[in-house]
């Protein structure tokens, strides 16, 4: 399959950023920016924001995403929200294994694949992030590393499924400080992620996969980042809490 064919998606990962009143603020500055977009744009909010997003982005295109959810259904895990709690309100997606729930709230390859299981099981879409650290990659074992924890996460998760998951490549030294991959960097891990699921599933389903990049992506870089020819979108932290700014990205991501 050709990359025009595969769906570009923008994210926007906010993080622990905006509070509800800021956060309606942000998607009606936003609505107007994007509603010409060639390109799916999705936006993933705090819980707290979650109610406030799927109301300011009613019959708009854009869809409301959270940042985690639990494995389980419901029970005594406190602090913690079921994907069903999720889809009832109306969200559609959910990022799991974000490098910063990796780094410092423990999250592992097994609970990773755990939410995946649970998001899919409540009719959600999963933005599966996966990344290197910098010793890792200075070790070589970039491949090693996406690799394994892409295998580790899909476990259990059928070809069909596939459809509803998008895999973000975001190397842990490129989040939040500023040094982007360089486009070849991204180009390289990307593809090798559409290899891994070729492995796993087949040529028609890894042609088929949304493999973005993330890590300092901005207005500046995007359009030559999303020009490699296995990076279909990005994954985007600082830069969607600004509407210009993200929607410079949505811009160079339209086709
Ligand atoms: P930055 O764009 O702020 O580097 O964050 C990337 C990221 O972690 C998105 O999930």
Known sequence: MNKALRPAVIAGNWKMNKTRSEAKALL????????DAGCQVIVCVPFTDLETAVAACQGSNITVAAQNCHWAASGAFT????????????????IVG??????????TDETVNKRI??????GLGVILCVGELLSQREAGITAE?????????????????????????EPVWAIGTGKTATAQQAGEVCGILRGVLEQLYGSQVAQAATIQYGGSMNAGN??????QEDVDGGLIGGASLKAPDFAAIIQAASR
């Open 117 to 122: 299981r649970a998001a899919l099981d409540q």
């Open 98 to 107: 974000h490098s910063e729930r990796r780094q410092y709230f423990g999250e």
């Open 222 to 227: 995007a359009a030559e980042l999303l020009a």
């Open 28 to 35: 009606e500055e936003l609505r107007p920016l994007c509603k």
């Open 79 to 94: 602090g913690e929200i079921s994907a069903g709690m999720l889809a009832e309100m109306g969200v559609r997606w959910t």
């Open 145 to 169: 590393v996406v690799s394994l924890q892409t295998k580790a996460a899909l476990q259990g998760v059928s070809a069909q499924e596939m459809g509803r998951i998008i895999l973000a490549y």
